[in-house]
């Protein structure tokens, strides 16, 4: 919005913006970088200290990226499952052809991926992929804090894999309807899935007890975990909305709290400040605010709307720089503390 | 929010099998259109030629949690289109493969449904292939042949060469029975030009206001119960707006999974704006499109595609929405 009287927030006017012409499909930090995947099929790696590193990695859009023990791992539509290093050398794990890869994961060594209806890992030993088999296309990945347990969501609910004996078994967690992203809470207890309808679904691993957290006005798109408790931060309505996780039940039966209350438009991304009880959260027109997590939180203003939605905020490993992308290819990155 | 020009249209492509599918995707492919377009396929397996991109996908039909009983979705759809747009490239078009046995409704009801989906794609029409040939037996012993007449806004009825002119008149008819809305278009080897295929824009509400289907009377020959049939009205006295919403609704939600299709105009007492409508089982779209044109003849006008309408009372509904 070529807005002459629209006033720069800190961030605006402190940091740079980058045109890139391609959609910001994800981002992740790997060592003193943040790695952002685009729709070109292109990674860009941000650094606090240097200019931006380009790699054409590949053809079409990159659908998943993660960090690994020595390179991001990437998926693309061209079906090939990629590693990248920070110094740009490009190396392909796995062709699959005219089949998506959509989903990436990794854990130390370990690098999985999603294809169609399976889950394929590589782990130190193997050349060859163990392959997990789903019963229809998988919506989402996850492996917990140990690297023992892998989340699969797909239509029906998630398949949780646990490494036994070198063996990975399966165990079920049903919700009728189709699940999207899953991830594990950081205390590993509880499974959270964001689902085709406006809501998320979760299950306490222990003994499966579930229940759905609804009333969103469009599709969650993204969340994450923020503060001690912690809280479930999650897009999707005008604010962020943050479900606390604390004690025996969860959210059950308790109002979640709802910060970053100044956005015009529903949230399309939350991404949580490390060691802060803090949350930052982009809108659907490009709007960018810090809240807090508490009852009565202050706002404050990051990027204000550019015309298109937030696809991906991401804090630099060091804590120094903020990564605001969108889905037209506008990134702002900005130093995040008055120098 | 979204304008219609940022939209990109998607076609979706039925048939039986054999009646010549692969032979239309792989004329959209090779032939110089200047136009780039994605095709998304099943088990096709080739790469497009110039510069088109294939994606293979799994049909994956997904019930909603929508408390609408027949609501169900192409989940590779919303995952598949959800990518496309991700692209730094812009695509003209995007087609849909179905494999043959397949309910064209799910496909339809992904674009109601889907908030993602509707923002950034529209359906632009449904086009089926029927084999000129094979087509009346396939009729009588597949429902979803039936269907997809039904759904079809363009049937290529192809291998012309194959069958005489009294057999295509039949054919036709047969056809014309289902669906009086459909555009017919004879070919051979589904050689028909491109443009009467793609890029219809088939499902934006102004194009109810251009169908001038012939209104059938509604005393055919007896069918079998299970036979997809079309029923149209029509009322020169405005009705009650209140007294239609309240049939409609009611309708819709009591025999929805029987009515494939439903489209209409209205003319409401004390509203100067005609009223557009069109329905894929439960699932509506309706809007003002502006005032009526002076010169027009001022009426309401709906009609139904589906099975066992003789059962729903449809006539008398419509009549008694009547403004007094």
Sequence with gaps: ?339 | MENSSSQVPVTVLTGFLGAGKTTLLNRILTEQHGRRYAVIVNEFGEQGIDNDLVVDADEEVFEMNNGCICCTVRGDLIRILGGLMKRADQLDAIIVETTGLADPAPVAQTFFVDQDVADRTKLDAIVTVADAVHLSTQLGEHHEAEEQIAFADVVLLNKIDLVDQSQIIGVKDRIRKINPYTKIIETNRCAAPLDEVLGLNAFSLDRVLEVEPDFLDSDHDHEHDDDVTSVSFVSDTPLDLEKFEKWFGNLLQTHGQNILRSKGILDFKNEKDRYVFQGVHMLMDASPMGPWPEKSIRNSRVVFIGRKLETMNLKEGFESCKSD
């Design chain 1, 1 to 339: 919005m070529n807005n002459e009287s629209v006033i720069k927030s800190r961030f605006e006017e402190n940091g740079k913006v980058f045109e890139t012409g391609a959609p910001v499909t994800g981002a992740v930090s790997i060592e003193n970088a943040v790695a952002v995947g685009f729709g070109d099929g292109s990674i860009r790696f941000f650094w606090p200290d240097n200019d931006p590193l380009e790699v054409q990695a590949h053809s079409g859009a990159i659908l998943s990226i993660a960090s690994s023990n020595d390179g991001v791992i990437t998926g693309g539509q061209d079906g090939r499952f990629l590693k990248i290093s920070t110094n740009a050398e490009v190396e392909e794990i796995y062709n699959f052809g005219t089949r998506w890869v959509d989903n990436v994961a990794a854990y130390e060594s370990m690098v999985l991926c999603s294809s169609g209806k399976n889950v394929y890992i590589w782990s130190d030993e193997n050349d060859k992929p163990k392959i997990l088999e789903h019963q229809s296309t998988i919506g989402g990945i996850a492996i917990d804090q140990n690297g023992r347990r892998i989340a699969v969501s797909c239509y029906g609910g998630v398949t949780l894999w646990r490494l036994e004996k070198n063996k990975w078994k399966s165990s079920k967690f049903a919700w009728k309807g189709s699940h999207g992203k899953v991830g594990f809470s950081p205390d590993g207890k509880y499974l959270v899935t964001t689902m085709q309808e406006n809501e998320l679904h979760a299950w306490r691993i222990r003994d499966k007890a579930s229940f759905a957290m609804s009333g969103y006005p469009s599709k969650v798109k993204s969340f994450t975990w923020a503060g001690d408790n912690p809280y479930l931060v999650t897009a999707g309505a005008k604010e962020a909305i943050c479900w606390p996780f604390d004690g025996k039940e969860g959210p059950k039966g308790r109002k979640p709290l709802c910060i970053a209350s100044g956005g015009q438009q529903n949230a399309t991304f939350v991404e949580s400040l490390p060691g802060e009880k803090a949350v930052f959260a982009g809108f659907r027109n490009g709007m960018v605010l810090l809240s807090e997590l508490s009852e009565h939180p202050n706002d404050v203003l990051i990027q204000n709307p550019t015309g298109s939605e937030v696809s991906n905020i991401s804090i630099s490993p060091d804590r120094s720089h903020i990564l605001v992308g969108d889905s037209k290819g506008q990134i702002l990155w900005s130093p995040l503390w008055e120098q």
